[in-house]
């Protein structure tokens, strides 16, 4: 069940929603941007002192981040489909949405196929400029191997 807090401004009730949705449009441009394997594309949606968390590792700010993806592409060129579902957003405050979601993924390499999914614990900001994540978390649970 959803609600709406009437407590709110008709000035903040616009941000909130206006924020939640630009949280929303960054999810798919992140996974456009994935897909692609765009490595400035994803740089780009982060903050510059973001933070991105994976399994037993945290890479802070644009660079590490970079590295992180430049890395992880090189190691698996394999072509690949994101898929973005379950989203659910809170409002943190003016300018800031904490974003909960599943994704699913497609692989296709040379000699086999993948299906994986997870979840992504997202912070998005919006405040100052275009939507951006502050601290972006994936959490893979399942990847299966296809021949």
Request: glycine share 6%; net charge negative; hydrophobic share 40%.
């Amino acid at each position: 069940m959803s609600t709406i807090s009437t407590d709110l401004t008709t000035e903040e009730r616009l941000d909130r929603l206006e924020s939640i949705e630009a949280a929303r449009e960054i999810l798919a441009r992140y996974a456009d941007a994935c897909d692609a394997q765009d490595l400035e594309g994803v740089v780009n949606l982060f903050a510059p002192d973001c933070a991105l968390d994976v399994p037993d590792q945290t890479y802070r700010g644009a660079d590490e981040v970079r590295a992180f993806y430049r890395q992880a592409w090189e190691a698996d060129p394999s072509q690949k489909s994101h898929f973005i579902t379950n989203v659910k957003t809170r409002w943190l405050g003016s300018g800031r949405v904490a974003v909960d979601c599943y994704f699913l993924y497609t692989a296709a390499g040379d000699a086999t196929s993948v299906l994986g999914w997870g979840e992504y614990q997202d912070v998005v900001s919006t405040a100052g400029g275009p939507a951006c994540f502050e601290r972006k978390a994936i959490k893979i649970r399942r990847a299966w191997e296809l021949s």
